[in-house]
């Protein structure tokens, strides 16, 4: 199985910060990744896939980039509903592995 | 817009069987592939099983191979896990999800399975 590991396990932050969040694959999966947001009680929500391509209606400020075994995360200017858990999946083979989870909290 | 709706959880004994479905609505259900990805109480994600459109290819993680079974009925625009011999460690909210084949596009809000004796 593929091991997906996401650093830091928390960040906390302040509105308008630029923050990123770092998935690292255990072995090459090419562009084949997503990252998810969840906000507590809520269905996990898709917002960029194949490593760098933005959800439809997912705002502009995230963004995510990388290929191989690495990729980023990043939200250019936290807004006060971007405050949940992230996680990223790798999407290269079966089983799909999910990464911890990044809890972004409010500083 | 996509529905997700999934049912039939609820609490059950250790080695006992449930059978979870989720109802689908406001796309071409037999267009798409399904997902199931489980979350136990303050954990992380966890993918189960997918079932491709056309039904024929299956996969699941190995935990559950041999208990559960993905399924799919496309006149009811409806997908289902059964899973049978339940244990503990199954405990988890149970989300169902659409995929292009390689990405969960759309989630249903999850149905909870809790398997305590």
């Known amino acids: 199985d593929i091991q997906m590991t996401q650093s830091p396990s928390s960040v906390s932050a302040s509105v308008g910060d630029r923050v990123t969040i770092t998935c690292r694959a255990s072995?090459?999966?090419?562009?084949?990744l997503a990252w998810y947001q969840q906000k507590p009680g809520k269905a996990p929500k898709l917002l960029i896939y194949?490593?760098?391509t933005l959800q439809s209606g997912v705002p502009s400020r995230f963004s995510g980039s990388g290929s191989g075994t690495h990729f980023t995360l990043t939200i250019s200017s936290l807004q006060p509903e971007d405050f949940a858990t992230y996680y990223c999946?790798?999407?290269?083979?079966?089983?799909?592995?999910f990464g911890q989870g990044t809890k972004l909290e409010i500083k | 817009q996509v529905q997700l709706v999934e049912s039939g959880g609820g609490v059950v004994q250790p080695g006992m069987s449930l059978r979870l479905s989720c109802a689908a609505s406001?796309?071409?259900?037999?267009?798409?592939?399904m997902h199931w990805v489980r979350q136990a109480p303050g954990k992380g994600l966890e993918w189960v099983a997918v079932?491709?459109?056309?039904?024929?290819?299956?996969y699941y993680r190995d935990s559950v191979k041999g208990r559960f079974t993905i399924s799919r009925d496309n006149s009811k625009n409806t997908l289902y896990l059964q899973m049978n011999s339940l244990r503990a460690e199954d405990t988890a909210v149970y989300y169902c999800?659409?995929?292009?084949?390689?990405?969960?596009?759309?989630w249903g809000q999850g149905t909870l399975v809790t398997v305590s004796s």
């Open positions: 999800a659409t995929t292009d084949s390689r990405f969960l596009l759309e």
């Open positions: 406001g796309f071409t259900f037999s267009d798409y592939g």
């Open positions: 079932i491709r459109y056309e039904r024929n290819n299956k």
């Open positions: 072995q090459d999966i090419a562009g084949w």
């Open positions: 194949a490593a760098s």
């Open positions: 999946q790798q999407a290269d083979s079966f089983p799909r592995t």
